[in-house]
């Protein structure tokens, strides 16, 4: 006879023991709430930093809306300020140079004060004397002008410079001041008579202008020594009829 089938075996493996089987009832959703949990406990982490980096960003921003602002502010003022600074500096360039034109008025007006003054340098000086009279015999004995010219010539003043001092073995210088101009002239031409000697007859200027004298002289005698004609003026320089001007020697005319 043939083999009867077989039949089939009454055990069977539960779902549960076979390799890839289902899992039980409500394990899967279990998982995934978990895994949505974590999720959203991250996701609230992210928020929250995202909101702190918001904060920061909104202080940022509005720290730099306020430096900005401060900035634009300050820039006015800084505009405001060098609109007053070149206020001031103008001002005080103003007042400068009405100080200077001021200061040259007064060295001016000295200047004509003192016209038709001579200063006599070398005259020996005694314990009492008229310098009048001693002035007269030195126009006599060294300038050699004739009785009747010294005779003809009045003088407003005549005094020596600067207070007598026992120590000094120079004599004082005489100033005399002329009641005219022309015979001021005429005394001062005859200075060429000193040529050589401890005497000299000068014009009478401001310590000043002398001082800017002094510094011409030697500016004259290059000129002159180049073939050039310089005449000093007061306190100017005339070369060849050209005013000379030079910033670092005659600032005074700038």
């Known amino acids: 006879m043939g083999k009867s089938p077989k039949t089939p075996n009454p055990k069977r493996s539960r779902p549960e023991d076979s ?23 991250c996701l609230d982490g992210r928020l929250a ?18 430096s900005q602002n401060q900035i634009v502010s300050l820039v006015t003022e800084n505009a405001t300020l060098r609109e007053s600074v070149k206020t001031l500096t103008d001002g005080v360039s103003q007042l400068v140079q009405e100080n200077k034109t001021m200061k040259e008025t007064i060295l001016d007006l000295q200047a004509r004060s003192m016209r038709d003054n001579l200063v006599f340098a070398g005259i020996p000086e005694k314990s009492e004397e008229d310098p009048e009279e001693a002035v007269r015999a030195f126009m006599a004995q060294q300038l050699k002008l004739p009785a009747d010219a010294i005779q003809n010539i009045t003088f407003h003043r ?7 001092k026992p120590e000094n073995r120079r004599p004082r210088p005489i100033v005399a001041k002329f009641e005219h101009f022309k015979q001021k002239e005429q005394v001062k031409g005859r200075g060429r008579e000193l040529k050589g000697t401890d005497f000299s007859v000068n014009d009478q200027f401001p310590r000043e202008i002398l001082d800017r004298r002094r510094r011409l002289f ?6 002159i020594d180049e073939g050039c004609r310089a005449v000093i003026t007061v306190d100017k320089l005339f070369v060849n009829g050209q005013l000379y001007r030079d910033q670092e020697v005659t600032p005074w005319l700038y």
């Open 49 to 66: 930093l995202v909101e702190v980096l918001h904060k920061e960003f909104q202080a940022i921003r509005e720290s730099l809306e306020f």
């Open 158 to 164: 005549v005094h020596r410079l600067g207070a007598k």
């Open 218 to 223: 030697p500016v004259r005698r290059k000129f």
């Open 19 to 41: 390799p890839g089987g289902i899992s039980p009832p409500g394990t899967d959703i279990k998982d995934i709430l978990e895994s949505i949990y974590k999720r959203l406990i």
